[in-house]
């Protein structure tokens, strides 16, 4: 199994117990004890999903609009998912781009004493190519990229070298297991950008983070929404190990699993809406499925369409990892009888 984010309120109703965001040896428990090998630290500009006040990227923004008196109060003013920043040249210059790169590896570091015997760490970093568009605004980097792309690159250059210095860190603690880099590329019907756009800008920096991951021995995971057929190859090409969550709105993993199955790990696809409202027979019987006919000759994990989030509903959440635990073992049957 493979998840994530998986929300507080359903470790701590998993529990019986509280458990917060910041409660490391909490959220290993809850982990080690639901099936999973492995716990999620964030360790990135951003958390998962939204672009948060608590984010490294906000907090360098909103500071030196302190330091400088204007009107960090105003969160229209810094905010990513409210504005943007980098229009022009002169833009990226006085960006901050110093205070932005203080990735703090705290919690990751200390993930080491809460980790039961035989789990690793997953450092959850990432965002390259959305983190440039927002700090551009999606109109103006679209513009961007055709009528300046030096200026457009120069951004994707400066976002990846602060992911590589913390990637530096991270490949120094022992106890992490893999990479998993989160970055949206797709929209429902296909590529954001055009895919030789992405083999121009963005796929060579992930190639480089691959290729220092499986040089430590470390898988390299990656997570994108949308309907990513154009650039299947092109990610198994740059080393990706697995790809989660072969978003379920618009792509079949059951054709994936044929065409690409035997190169690359496959994780997800149980829809986030089948978990809100769903029945667990339902959940039950699309498990049964996928496992059936994706887990055969190994590589697919099975996970939700994005995550668990809060409204999930709980017992199909708990129908979801008790069938792959009861049937995700191999050899498997045929009929999962």
Same mark, same amino acid.
């Given at each position: 199994?493979?998840?994530?984010?998986?929300?507080?309120?359903?470790?701590?109703?998993?529990?019986?117990?509280?458990? =917060?965001?910041?409660?490391?040896?909490?959220?290993?428990?809850?982990? =080690?004890?639901?099936?999973?090998?492995?716990?999620?630290?964030?360790? @990135?500009?951003?958390?998962?999903?939204?672009?948060?006040?608590?984010?490294?990227?906000?907090?360098?923004?909103?500071?030196?609009?302190?330091?400088?008196?204007?009107? /960090?109060?105003?969160?229209?003013?810094?905010?990513?998912?409210?504005? @943007?920043?980098? #229009?022009?040249?002169?833009?990226?210059?006085?960006? $901050?781009?110093?205070?932005?790169?203080? %990735?703090? &590896?705290? =919690?990751?570091?200390?993930?080491?004493?809460?980790?039961?015997?035989?789990?690793? /760490?997953?450092? *959850?970093?990432?965002? %390259?190519?959305?983190?440039?568009?927002?700090?551009?605004?999606?109109?103006?980097? @679209?513009?961007?990229?055709?009528?300046?792309?030096?200026?457009?690159?120069?951004?994707?250059?400066? &976002?990846?070298?602060?992911?590589?210095? /913390?990637?530096?860190?991270?490949?120094?603690?022992?106890?992490?297991?893999?990479?998993?880099?989160?970055?949206?590329?797709?929209?429902?019907?296909?590529?954001?950008?055009?895919?030789? =756009?992405?083999?121009?800008?963005?796929?060579? #920096?992930?190639?480089?983070?691959?290729?220092?991951? #499986?040089?430590?021995?470390?898988?390299?995971?990656?997570?994108?929404?949308?309907?990513?057929?154009?650039?299947?190859?092109?990610? !198994?090409?740059?080393?990706?190990?697995?790809?989660? $969550?072969?978003?379920?709105?618009?792509?079949?993993?059951?054709? &994936?699993?044929?065409?690409?199955?035997?190169? !690359?790990?496959?994780?997800?696809?149980?829809?986030?809406?089948?978990?809100?409202?769903?029945?667990?027979?339902?959940?039950?019987?699309? *498990?049964?499925?996928?496992?059936?006919?994706?887990? $055969?000759?190994?590589?697919?994990?099975?996970?939700?369409?994005?995550? &668990? $989030?809060?409204?999930?509903?709980?017992?199909?959440?708990?129908?979801?990892?008790?069938?792959?635990?009861?049937?995700?073992?191999?050899?498997?049957?045929?009929?999962?009888?």
């Amino acid at each position: 199994m493979f998840e994530g984010t998986i929300h507080e309120d359903i470790m701590s109703r998993f529990l019986g117990r509280r458990i =917060a965001e910041d409660d490391l040896a909490g959220r290993a428990e809850f982990m =080690a004890k639901a099936g999973y090998d492995f716990l999620p630290v964030v360790v @990135s500009m951003v958390n998962p999903g939204k672009i948060s006040r608590d984010a490294v990227i906000s907090k360098a923004i909103r500071q030196v609009m302190l330091k400088n008196g204007q009107g /960090a109060d105003d969160e229209r003013a810094w905010n990513l998912e409210l504005t @943007s920043f980098i #229009h022009e040249r002169a833009d990226l210059d006085r960006f $901050p781009w110093e205070a932005a790169s203080r %990735i703090d &590896v705290d =919690a990751l570091r200390k993930a080491r004493e809460a980790l039961p015997e035989g789990m690793k /760490a997953v450092a *959850v970093s990432g965002k %390259i190519f959305t983190l440039t568009w927002m700090l551009m605004g999606f109109n103006n980097f @679209s513009l961007k990229l055709i009528m300046d792309e030096s200026l457009v690159s120069d951004v994707f250059e400066k &976002v990846a070298d602060i992911q590589f210095r /913390a990637l530096d860190m991270i490949l120094d603690m022992d106890h992490v297991g893999a990479v998993w880099a989160i970055d949206d590329l797709a929209f429902g019907t296909g590529a954001m950008i055009s895919p030789q =756009a992405f083999r121009d800008h963005i796929f060579p #920096h992930y190639r480089k983070m691959a290729e220092m991951c #499986h040089r430590r021995g470390l898988f390299f995971a990656f997570h994108s929404d949308g309907k990513l057929d154009e650039l299947l190859e092109d990610l !198994i090409d740059l080393g990706v190990d697995l790809l989660h $969550p072969i978003d379920p709105g618009c792509m079949d993993i059951f054709e &994936v699993k044929k065409q690409v199955g035997d190169r !690359i790990c496959l994780a997800g696809n149980v829809s986030n809406e089948m978990l809100r409202s769903g029945t667990p027979a339902q959940v039950e019987a699309y *498990v049964k499925e996928l496992i059936q006919r994706c887990a $055969p000759g190994g590589g697919y994990c099975v996970a939700a369409g994005n995550s &668990v $989030p809060d409204w999930s509903d709980f017992e199909n959440y708990m129908t979801l990892r008790e069938t792959a635990l009861t049937y995700g073992r191999y050899p498997i049957s045929p009929g999962l009888d």
